[in-house]
Every structure is written in C-alpha cells, then in structure tokens.
C-alpha cells in the first residue's frame, strides 16, 4: 500500500516519523525556514563554465556556500521524477519507488503522480480533470515528516511540473503546479479549494501579459560560449534555433503555444521565483515561531536543455538569468526572514548528454537508440522462444516491459531472456542488457553498472529487462538530447547548502543529492531514519 494511502489507515504518523525537539532544545542561531532549490537538468560542470559570469543568487551559493564536488547519483534512471522523490525523501528509487517519469501499468504507460481519486483544484480555466499526488510515493518527505513533528509548520512547494512539485513536498502542504494544458492548478489531494494567496498571486500575474516579451541574450553575445543554432538543435514550434525567441512565436503561431514558449524559457523561472517570493511575504514562511519548508523547482533549464543541448546559448542565458531570479528570493529572505535565519539545500534532479549528432559530426563518439530498434531486437529473439506474438508491450527509455503473458513465463523460466540480452547488446550504442528479475537483491553489488540498474529497481514497477546505453548514446525521443543514464553527464550534479550555520568552502566528500533533506533536517533536530542519503553535520559551525 503506498505510504500516503498507508498514512490514513492507522494512528502512527508521529510515531513513524519522529518529533522536533522542544523550542528550548534549539539554538537561538536554528534556523526558521528551510528552502529546497531544485534546479532540473543542471549538470555540475555548469558551475565552473559559469561561475565568472554569475553575478547574483547562484553566485552567493557557489561562493559562500558549501559545495560538495563529488556529488552524484548511483543509480541508472536519472529522471525528474526519481529525482525529486530522492531529493524529497533522502532515498533512492528501490526504496521510495519512483523508479520513472511514467511506467507501464499493466495496458498504459502513466505519469509518476497520476491519480484517478483525486481531482484538480484549478487556478486558471480550462485545466486537467484527472488530479495529481503522491500515492505513488512508498515512503515520506522530510517535509512530511515535517508536518507530523510540528504541525504548525506551513510547507509549501511549487515548480513548473506536477512531478517535480509534489516529490519535494509529499502528501500535504500548499503545492501547485502547471498541467499538462498548462494551467495552474493544484489537487484534491492538497486542498478542496484554491489556497487564497497562490490564487491571488496568479490573478495578479496573468501570464499572457507577456506574450509580447521577446527572449534576448542577457549579456553581449561575446559573452557566450560555442555558436549560436547549433547543430541538430530542435527548437519548440514558433521558434527557430536562433535567439531572439519571441515568447509569442513567429507569425501564425497560436495563442496557446505561448504556454509551452513560455514553459521553454527563463520567463517561467522568473515567474516562479516571483511567486515563490510572493508566498514568503503573504503566508509569513520563516516568520513565526515554528519552522517552514519551501520547495522550488525552477523546470525552464530542463526543456531548454532538451530542446538546445548543454552546450548551446540558450542553455547558458537561462542559467544567467536563474542566477538573478535566486537572487532576488535570497534577497526577499534576508529582507522578511533574515539572513541567519533560513537554510538552502540546492542540487539537481539529473544532468544531460550532449546532442549526439554533434559529437558525431566532430568526429566523437555518440548516438542515438531509437525506440523501435530495441522493441523489434527484442521481439525479436522471444519469438524464437515464445512463438510468434508481439511479445514487448512497452519500452520506457532503459526499461523493456512485456506483455503479460510473456511476462508470466520469463519470471517462470528465466532463462528464456538469455538470448533476448544477448541480442540487446548487439544494438548499436546499448553497452548491457540484463534481466530485471532479482535485481532487487543487487543494490550492493560489486560491480558498478549492476549496482546502479539495481538501486533504480522496483519490481512491481520496472521493466523486465534493462538496457545500459554505451557512453553518448540516448534512447529515442523527439528531443535534440536527454539524460536518463548511469554516465557522469547524467549522474554528477551540485549539492550545494547555504544559509544559516553553514561553513562555506569546496568539500569533497563523496555524497548523492539524497544526502540533502538529511542534512537539512539534522539541523533542526528532525530526525528522518531510514534514509539511503547521510547528513552532512560536519558543514555547520558549532555553537
């Protein structure tokens, strides 16, 4: 049963997830608000490309912060999904469940927060009807716990996407979202009507206001590194591949495409930031005698990356422009909440592989596994086993899910998938193929890729056989590039702490963004057991 269902069944919250310790048991210096900035596909390698043009918020992180060098993701399906749900709960999929954005579910693929008992609660006309929340999710946030210890805590948690909102907060908690018709909205499971100061705040602040707006380079172009429309770049409909990008798309474009140009650049970050700034004032987070969460999830990085490649201008503006937006919420904190009274947590759900075609074209090793290759490969090789028959119901990036049938008998005769991996591995760019069952027993293997396809393993949930992609290889989508793998451009993202208490300076100590609520939590006193992600104590001065 997932822990939110669970949670309703029984008297056993606080038990389970401890208590804060008493007011008189904190240090006058504890901290008031605790602040998760989740910055989506920002790889670690972006701080050092950019830290001499910064100038703001990611500027007073990297250098009066706590940064951890050597942080990384140990397991194999590095999405926004798992990722947040890592970040939020201090553990890794196999433990917390969220093994994908979306998986196979016996005839359908469906989102990570789908959930058909709930409805949505609009802020904006004409959204989903089908609601959101975190019944997937097998264990608690630490802003659940949160809530459980000090229930006059206010949580709130915002981001572009549903997934990356609702895995920072759990299962209560002011949390909104933009829907897949890009409204904002929130569900029945957070609230039976619209929270009055996010309702507020997105009447004041109509997005089409800006539809006019044009997207420019911050800086002079001298500034950015690489050329502008580079190779195999796929921009959204209304754009081209070079700046400027108007947010209302070229002549013609809809009206409603505005959304998504919207979606795909910084205006959205900005937008967010703003709002969360906004609720900071409005509902006295950090203000009051209890400790707050806010989570934000600046998502614009992510469809950008997608769409331009890390190494395009676009990329590199939108990580310019973030840092004033940070900087304008840290200023807004040092102004209402004060400057040692609130404590940043920053890191990143996952990375991005460079634009295959680009490193093919410049003579490097890459390329691209299209989708229907794998399906066919492996149907392939169960006929000669089965029968004939579409034997693969699904493949979901690195996991191949069976039909039904098919599924029954390689679960009863396991070696029936021997020479379905073999025939994998002779894909062109899959580097390993391996069978999901009994991975689940693997997540301390010795041997790395083993380890990793094991710690992103549910078997309930995950495909039942894995494919491990050769370096620069990406599976299938409509993108220019993705992410979603074991290799470091997917795996290596910041961890970052600020604020109050925290000794600045580069550490490296080995550590995975699941060390990030663990770390926040232990100093306030929250005690969050049972995690995979370990508190670094030794980045807060004693006193």
């Known amino acids: 049963m997932p822990f939110v269902r669970r949670l309703a069944a029984g008297g056993i919250l606080l038990v389970l997830l401890g208590a804060l310790p008493p007011p008189a048991a904190q240090t006058a210096a504890a901290p008031r608000l605790l602040l998760f900035l989740v910055v989506d596909q920002m790889r670690f390698d972006y701080i050092e490309q950019m830290r001499s043009r910064w100038t703001h918020g990611l500027k007073r992180l990297v250098t009066e912060g706590a940064v951890f060098e050597r942080s990384r993701y140990p397991y194999l399906q590095t999405v926004t999904c798992a990722g947040h749900a890592t970040i939020g709960t201090g553990t890794f999929p196999a433990r917390h469940g969220i093994v994908l954005n979306a998986w196979w579910r016996g005839t359908r693929n469906a989102p ?76 029945t499971a957070y609230a039976a009507a619209p929270d009055p100061d996010v309702q507020a705040f997105v009447a004041a602040h109509p997005r089409l206001a800006v539809r006019g707006e044009v997207w420019e380079r911050l800086l002079d172009v001298s500034s950015y590194t690489g050329t502008d429309a580079g190779l195999a770049e796929k921009p959204p409909n209304g754009w081209t591949t070079q700046f400027p990008h108007p947010l209302a798309g070229a002549a013609g474009t809809s009206e409603e495409q505005f959304y998504t140009l919207w979606e795909n650049s910084p205006y959205s970050d900005a937008y967010l930031g703003a709002m969360a700034a906004d609720l900071v004032a409005r509902k006295k987070l950090g203000q009051r005698s209890s400790v707050d969460f806010l989570g934000v999830s600046f998502s614009a ?36 909440v004060g400057p040692d009274r609130y404590l940043v947590g920053l890191s990143a759900d996952h990375g991005v592989a460079p634009i ?76 390993r193929a391996m069978p999901g069952a009994g991975l689940e027993g693997q997540q301390t293997s010795p041997a790395p890729l083993v380890r990793a396809a094991a710690l992103s393993h549910v078997p309930d949930r995950s495909g039942q056989i894995v494919v491990i992609p050769s370096p620069y290889y990406v599976i299938g989508g409509s993108d220019a590039t993705t992410h979603g793998t074991h290799h470091a451009y997917d795996q290596h993202v910041p961890l970052i702490f600020f604020g109050a208490g925290v000794k600045p300076g580069r550490y490296q100590t080995p550590s995975t963004p699941a060390d990030l609520a663990p770390t926040l939590a232990a100093r306030i006193g929250l005690e969050m057991p049972g995690t995979d992600g370990v508190a670094h104590t030794a980045v807060f001065d004693r006193r």
Not at 306 to 334: C, M, N, W, Y
Not at 400 to 424: C, D, F, G, H
Request: proline content about 7%; glycine content about 8%; aromatic content about 4%.
């Open 356 to 431: 295959p075609e680009a490193r093919v074209a410049s003579g490097r090793e890459g390329g691209r596994v299209p989708t229907q290759q794998l399906m066919q490969a492996a149907n392939a090789a169960l006929v000669e086993s089965l029968g004939p028959g579409q034997h693969v119901a699904r493949v979901e990036y690195t996991q191949i899910y069976l039909a039904p049938e098919a599924r029954q008998r390689v679960l009863a005769n396991p070696a029936l998938l021997e020479p379905v991996t073999r025939a994998l591995e002779h894909v062109p760019g899959i580097a």
């Open 112 to 187: 990570c927060t789908e959930d058909t008992g709930v409805k949505a609660v609009p802020y904006e006309p004409d959204t989903e009807v089908v609601g959101h929340s975190a019944v997937q999710l097998l264990v608690p946030t630490m802003a659940d716990r949160l809530r459980a210890a000090s229930p006059e805590s206010r949580v709130v948690s915002l981001s572009i996407k549903p997934r990356s909102a609702i895995m920072m907060a759990g299962s209560g908690g002011v949390v909104a979202w933009t829907d897949d018709r890009n409204r904002w909205a929130t569900s």
């Open 301 to 336: 990085l992510d469809y950008i990356g997608h769409k331009f490649g890390p190494e395009s201008h676009e990329v590199q503006d939108a990580l310019l422009r973030l840092d004033r937006t940070i900087g304008d919420l840290l200023e807004t904190l040092d102004r209402l």
